[in-house]
């Protein structure tokens, strides 16, 4: 199913959630915190594509994803009250890493709650950072469940992973860096889940370039924000192990921001299976040098799977390197591209 529309929105005369001036502020107050991550030409994908095609390498952020902004700027926005009660968050794995580290650099207590499908070198991670962990349930929403338990009993500040304003003004620094070092810039390709990084993007991409196209990228394996989209309202999913298990978990019934943003801006929505997800993460190592999780490899995937037309300049978005060593060996062993 696609949700192709036949003319890029923009988000001249939207009221949206989220705002060009607060990602602006944003930049602001992440600058020197977060890594300004570098935009690189990918011959290979070009030649494929028959158009230039270059990928943004979140990959290359502190904690090997692009989470790292949109917590920052969360907590640093809290005031002194809120940042003394502590943190709390749940999280399929980057998000918690994250907050974790932004905690950690606070002086701040935090604690993640994950499910048990979040993998065992993501919750390693978290936990060298210094937060309390929680495994609670077998999903995203099962963890979520535990964070507002926590916040009743224990008065623990929420950083949630997605649907707050100041987390998608985090992740939408990445449009702005984006625009910035390819200002002739056709479309992006987006990892797509809970919607705060292709919100955010789109929000920035939209208004200054509003002829681009935004392209969420997602995997078959209960793709919440696409269900949600074909709803035309906030629907839960499945939650399901797959090789993109960055992008799992629901988006909330009561989204309140990202829903509203990838509703209203993004201008296709492509899913994948777990073989062409597999052959993204392959493509990535043998001929990019980058270490992608599934998650992040959606976008190559897409490109190499033909489900996405170029039109012209294309930025691809490599959201996450934190994929488990043995399973990258067994997927770069696994076969051709």
């Known amino acids: 199913m696609t949700i192709m529309k036949s003319e890029p929105r923009s988000v001249e005369n939207e009221t949206l959630p989220v705002s060009l001036a607060e990602i602006s502020r944003a930049a602001d107050r992440i600058r020197g915190r977060v890594t300004r991550t570098p935009l690189v030409h990918s011959a290979s994908l070009s030649r494929r594509a028959r158009q230039p ?92 469940d535990e964070v507002e338990r926590l916040v009743e009993s224990r008065g623990l500040t929420p950083i949630p992973p997605f649907d707050h304003a100041d987390v998608v003004a985090g992740q939408g620094t990445i449009g702005l860096e984006i625009v910035e070092d390819l200002p002739d810039l056709a479309t992006v390709l987006i990892p797509l889940s809970g919607g705060g990084l292709a919100g955010g993007i789109a929000v920035a991409v939209k208004a200054l370039k509003p002829r681009a196209r935004i392209i969420g990228i997602s995997m078959e394996r209960g793709a919440a924000m696409h269900a949600s989209i074909a709803a035309s309202r906030p629907v839960a999913v499945r939650e399901e192990e797959t090789l993109a298990d960055s992008l799992g978990g629901g988006i909330g019934l009561s989204n309140r921001v990202t829903f509203p943003l990838c509703r209203d801006l993004l201008d296709d929505i492509v899913l994948l299976t777990e073989d062409e997800i597999a052959a993204g993460i392959r493509h990535a190592s043998r001929e990019e040098g980058e270490i992608v999780e599934g998650a992040g490899a959606v976008g190559i995937a897409a490109i190499l799977a033909g489900k996405v037309e170029l039109t012209g300049p294309t930025v691809v978005v490599l959201s996450g390197s934190n994929i488990d060593a043995r399973v990258h060996r067994d997927i770069i062993e696994g076969g051709a591209t």
């Open 53 to 144: 095609v270059h990928l943004k390498l979140e990959t290359h952020q502190s904690i090997g994803a692009f989470k790292l902004r949109g917590a920052t700027n969360a907590v640093l926005a809290l005031n002194p009250a809120a940042r003394a009660r502590g943190l709390v968050t749940a999280s399929t794995g980057n998000h918690g890493r994250a907050v974790a580290y932004a905690a950690r650099a606070l002086g701040i207590p935090a604690t993640v709650c994950m499910s048990s499908l979040v993998p065992a070198n993501k919750v390693d991670a978290i936990r060298a950072l210094g937060a309390e962990i929680l495994i609670v349930g077998v999903s995203q929403d099962d963890a979520q």
